[in-house]
């Protein structure tokens, strides 16, 4: 479409009732006037009124083709939508007050929902930036499988010497239980389940 | 009526429309279509009805302007007249029909060798 004729159309949006009078008004003096040269040709007002609208072919098809062009046909359409349904709406306040606390209950139990999976699976680290680019190290022993935690001094060193990654969290701090010698003991913060870190 | 009548060619409403207005001045729509009937000899068979979207459109791209104004039969009614880009549009589009109806009918010429 072009601009200019946009233009034009949106306008019209405005003008609606007004054009819609414009057109009823038009059509009519259109009538009027081959009505009477029709009569001046000797036809009876009968005859002359009938022939006038042959002539002029379906005037609902005219408004409507006329209305297909004069402005923006959806919009008006979307208008009127929106008109007839709050027209509804207001004429069956029960029904309404039914439709509304489906949609707030629907709507803020499918929030929380999102907020969990958001929470737990997609971004279980919420003050970490970019957490697509995160990657999890694990520590393994040699011929055994599966994976353990990685122990604070390894934590350190790789934390001091990787140039690889920007910054390593460790997850989760744990104790363990250690012999030394004949006694066991508490060492808390010793180990971290798991390291994150971010490139 | 013995002859046949023929329908308004798409788009050629336009062209049958400006060249009306260029030739009458302001005129309004009954008035068009009561023109391009006796132009043609009664030969083209109108709907008159289809003169409004078509003014409509032609309203819309600046190539006409319409007032309200008052008829000979002191009847309200809305004259249509003719921007200058109107002219200029009329100027292309004649050029274009003739070009088209002379390659058509250069082809109708031809005969087999």
């Known amino acids: 479409m072009v601009l200019r004729t946009f233009l034009w159309r949106l306008r019209a949006l405005f003008l609606r009732r007004r054009l819609e009078d414009e057109l009823a008004d038009e059509i009519r003096s259109h009538l009027e006037m081959q009505i009477e040269d029709n009569q001046r040709r000797g036809m009876s007002p009968e005859e002359a009124r009938l022939d006038a609208v042959r002539q002029f072919g379906g005037i609902e098809q005219v408004k409507e083709e006329y209305r297909d062009h004069r402005s923006l046909r959806f919009v008006e359409t979307i208008f009127q939508d929106v008109r007839f349904g709050l027209r509804g709406l207001r004429h069956n306040p029960g029904f309404t007050l039914l439709a509304l606390l489906c949609l707030t209950v629907g709507i803020s139990a499918t929030t929380a929902a999102f907020s969990w999976i958001e929470g737990i699976l997609l971004k279980p680290y919420p003050a970490v930036a970019n957490q697509d680019r995160m990657v999890a190290v694990a520590g393994t022993t040699r011929g055994a499988s599966g994976f353990n935690a990685v122990s604070w001094p390894d934590f350190q060193d790789l934390q001091k010497n990787s140039t690889l990654m920007d910054w390593f969290i460790a997850d989760r701090l744990f104790g363990t239980t250690l012999s030394v010698g004949d006694r066991a003991e508490r060492a808390a913060g010793a180990l971290c389940r798991r390291i994150i870190f971010r490139r | ?113």
Request: aromatic content about 8%; hydrophobic content about 40%.
């Open chain 2, 1 to 113: 009526m013995v002859t046949q009548r023929n329908e308004v060619l798409p788009g050629t409403l336009n062209l049958l429309v400006l060249k009306t207005l260029v030739t009458l001045g302001p005129l309004h729509g009954y008035g068009i279509a009561r023109r391009i009937e006796q132009v043609s000899g009664d030969l083209l068979q109108l709907n008159q009805g289809t003169i409004y979207p078509a003014l409509l459109k032609l309203e819309q791209m600046g190539w006409i302007r319409s007032k309200w104004g008052v008829s000979d039969s002191n009847r309200r009614a809305r004259y249509y007249s003719v921007t200058p880009r109107g002219r200029r549009q009329l100027v292309a589009e004649e050029e274009e029909w003739q070009r088209t109806s002379a390659i058509v009918a250069r082809f109708l010429k031809t005969e087999k060798a």
